[in-house]
């Protein structure tokens, strides 16, 4: 079983920062690629952010150059960094691992934390 459980949104206003945390309560392989999505109301689920093996990311255009993720493996957690926040940027975000199991990929969420950029 991986849980997932992300902590660190909140009310900020436009310009300001964030860093989201998701602890797994489960065991995290090294292999394991960690990321983070987000869902504005009346929206879908979106793509953030990936970390993989290697310390390897991507990101979406919209947060490229504000956002940084990292992992520390050693802690069963990821972060997303998230500096001068923008009102769009108001959304769920959730915490995602990918697993693989060739010739499968395995998908495990978190519940989400709520973030609210608003002056």
């Known amino acids: 079983q991986v849980q997932l459980v992300e902590s660190g949104g909140g009310l900020v206003q436009p310009g300001g920062s964030l860093r989201l945390s998701c602890t797994a309560s489960?065991?995290?392989?090294?292999?394991?690629?960690m990321g983070w999505y987000r869902q504005a109301p009346g929206k879908e689920r979106e793509f953030v952010a990936i970390?993989?093996?290697?310390?390897?990311?991507n990101y979406a255009d919209s947060v490229k150059g504000r956002f940084t993720i990292s992992r520390d493996n050693a802690k069963n957690t990821v972060y997303l960094q998230m500096n001068s926040l923008k009102p769009d940027d108001t959304a769920v975000y959730y915490c995602?691992?990918?697993?693989?199991?060739?010739?499968?990929?395995?998908?495990?969420w978190g519940q989400g934390t709520q973030v609210t950029v608003s002056s």
């Open positions: 995602n691992v990918q697993r693989s199991r060739w010739p499968n990929v395995l998908n495990y």
């Open positions: 489960g065991t995290i392989f090294s292999t394991d690629a």
């Open positions: 970390i993989h093996i290697g310390t390897s990311t």
